[in-house]
C-alpha cells in the first residue's frame, strides 16, 4: 500500500511517497532556513505563505522521484496537530483538494506520532511495545507506545521544549539561525564544566522537564559577562554551549533513566529534531547500552521535519481505520 505525505507544520514544507509503512520510495524536503535566517526565526506568516509557494513542487517532485502517478496512491496522509496553525492549514487544504479531485482517502496524522514512526523507515525489527523519548522544537515528551496508534504520555515539557531553549540560548551568544547545529559543534570543543548550569526538577511528576530556567542561566550568565567587560569570545562561547549542553542532556537522561529502571520497557525510541545532537545520541547510547535497553536511532535526515514520517504513521493509522472529512480542521495544540 502506498501512502503520499505531506507535511508543513512549520517551515519545511515536505512529501514523501512510502510504501506499507517501512518502505520510503521517495522523499522531498523544501526548507525555509535562508529565508527566516533573517529574522533570528521562524515567521508564521512567512512561512505560511512559503509552503503556499512550495506544496506543489514538492508533492509533484516525490511522485517523480518515486516514478508514481496520484492513480498508483492508495492514500494521502497529512499532518493536522500541532504546529502553527496557518501553516499546517496551508498543508492540510492542500491535500484535501489533492483528495477531493482524486478520490483518494484521506488520512490525519499527528506530528510527534510521525517522528517516532521515522524509526520504522530504518529499522525493520522495530514494533511496539516501547519508550518514545521525543525531543524537538516544540515538544519535549516521554511517550509508552503499546501499540501504532495507540500512545500514552508519559512526561512533558512544562515550558520550553528542548529545541526551543538550544535556539534561544544561540541567539543569547549571537549565533546563526538555526542555533542548534552550532551549539552542537561548540559543545564539542568547549568546557562542559565551565559553567554551573543547573537542571530543573519539576516536583510534582518526576519524569515531566522544564527548561525555561536553564535558558534563563544562559541570559544571566552572559549578561553578567559584559556587565564585567568580557567579550563573548569564541572559547568563551563554547564553554556556555558545552555547560548548557550538559546540563540540558543531563535532564533528559535523568528522566529516561529513571523511566527504564521502574518499566520492563523492551526498547527505546529517540525521535524530533534535536535527536540529530550529538550529545544527547551519545549520552542515550551509553545510558541504554548501561541498562541492557535495544535503543533505536532515526538518521540524521530523518530527525528533523519531513513528509516520509507523516507517510510511515499515515499507513498504520490508514490500517486503523482513521479517515478525515473535508472538513478537518488543524490544530495548534494537540495531545498525542
Not at 520510503?24 to 525555509?32: D, E, N
Not at 492540510?92 to 490525519?108: E, I, Q
Not at 547500552?289 to 540524521?300: D, H, S, V
Amino acid at each position: 500500500m502506498r501512502i503520499l505525505g505531506l507535511e508543513s507544520s512549520c517551515d519545511e514544507t515536505a512529501a514523501a511517497v512510502v510504501e506499507d509503512g517501512r518502505t520510503l520510495l521517495s522523499s522531498v524536503v523544501a526548507s525555509q532556513i535562508e529565508i527566516h535566517k533573517l529574522y533570528g526565526g521562524v515567521v508564521p506568516e512567512i512561512a505560511s505563505r512559503a509552503h503556499t509557494e512550495a506544496i506543489c513542487g514538492v508533492t509533484r517532485s516525490a511522485l517523480e522521484k518515486a516514478s508514481l502517478s496520484m492513480a498508483d496512491v492508495d492514500a494521502i496522509a497529512v499532518t493536522v496537530e500541532p504546529g502553527l496553525i496557518g501553516a499546517l492549514l496551508t498543508g492540510l487544504s492542500f491535500a484535501k483538494g489533492l483528495a477531493c479531485a482524486t478520490g483518494k482517502p484521506l488520512v490525519p496524522v499527528h506530528h510527534i506520532r510521525g517522528h517516532i514512526a521515522a524509526n520504522y523507515l530504518v529499522h525493520p525489527q522495530l514494533e511496539p511495545p516501547f519508550i518514545a523519548l521525543v525531543v524537538s522544537g516544540g515538544d519535549t515528551s516521554l511517550i509508552q507506545v503499546d501499540g501504532y496508534t495507540d500512545f500514552k504520555r508519559i512526561g512533558q515539557t512544562r515550558d520550553d521544549a528542548a529545541g526551543e531553549a538550544f535556539d534561544k540560548a544561540a541567539r543569547v551568544l549571537g549565533l546563526p539561525y538555526p542555533g542548534g547545529v552550532m551549539m552542537d559543534k561548540l559543545a564539542s570543543i568547549g568546557r562542559k564544566d565551565a559553567f554551573p548550569f543547573t537542571p530543573a526538577t519539576v516536583h510534582n511528576n518526576e519524569y515531566d522537564f522544564s527548561f525555561s530556567g536553564l535558558k534563563t542561566a544562559v541570559i544571566n550568565c552572559v549578561h553578567n559577562l559584559n556587565l564585567r567587560g568580557q567579550t563573548l569570545e569564541e572559547a568563551v562561547k563554547a564553554d556556555i554551549a558545552a555547560s548548557f549542553t550538559e546540563a540540558l542532556v543531563r535532564t533528559i537522561v535523568t528522566r529516561v533513566s529513571l523511566l527504564l529502571e521502574r518499566t520492563d520497557a523492551p526498547a527505546l525510541v529517540l525521535a524530533g529534531g534535536v535527536a540529530a545532537n550529538s550529545h544527547l545520541r551519545a549520552a542515550v547510547s551509553e545510558l541504554c547500552e548501561r541498562k541492557g535497553c535495544a535503543l533505536y536511532l532515526p538518521p540524521l535526515s530523518l530527525c528533523g521535519d519531513n513528509a516520509a514520517m507523516i507517510a510511515a504513521q499515515g499507513y498504520y493509522e490508514f490500517q486503523a481505520g482513521s479517515r478525515a472529512p473535508l472538513s478537518q480542521n488543524a490544530y495548534a495544540t494537540a495531545s498525542v
